[in-house]
């Protein structure tokens, strides 16, 4: 268990009540990259449900984010079968049963799509090793072979055209 929790924020989802959300990256259209979710098992089978049925069942192709400030901020689904799940329950013995937390994320997050010369990177802000990490992701990715020395004029590009 985490020594100090105090300083992590729960966010609601305003489409399933019961659902915390603390943590939520979306990609520059608003597709969903990266979700963490805690709420009881119940709950969470309901949400991950509802993601996999249609509009008119009740499902989902989006939800809200409510923020601290009461704003909400629209996180689009997009193609589910996209999206991988890693899941645990992480406090058993709570007033109100057992917790899970579940991680949902873009399945490029972990491997690169060489078909289609896709990947995503989640990284820290201000990490030292951000760009040795994003040169080895786009090694990976590209079809071309790139040498080492090419390394800062293709990074430099690929930044200025936001890719």
Known sequence: ?????????????DE??????????????????????????????????????????????????????????????????????RMTRAYRRTLFGSLSNVWL?????????KANASALALLPRGNAHRLDRMWTLVRDTCPLPLLDHWRETVLELLQTREM
Request: glycine share 8%.
């Open 105 to 113: 994320f873009d399945r490029r997050c972990v491997k690169p799509d």
């Open 1 to 13: 268990m985490p020594a100090d929790t105090s300083s992590t924020t729960l966010y609601r989802i």
């Open 16 to 85: 399933c009540p019961d659902v915390m959300a603390d943590a939520c990256v979306g990609d520059d259209q608003g597709n969903l990259v990266f979700l963490s979710i805690w709420a009881r098992d119940t709950a969470v089978q309901q949400f991950l449900a509802r993601l996999t049925l249609g509009r008119d069942e009740q499902g989902l192709d989006q939800f809200h984010v409510i923020t601290d400030q009461g704003g909400s901020v629209p996180v689009f689904i997009g193609n589910v079968d996209r999206l991988e799940k």
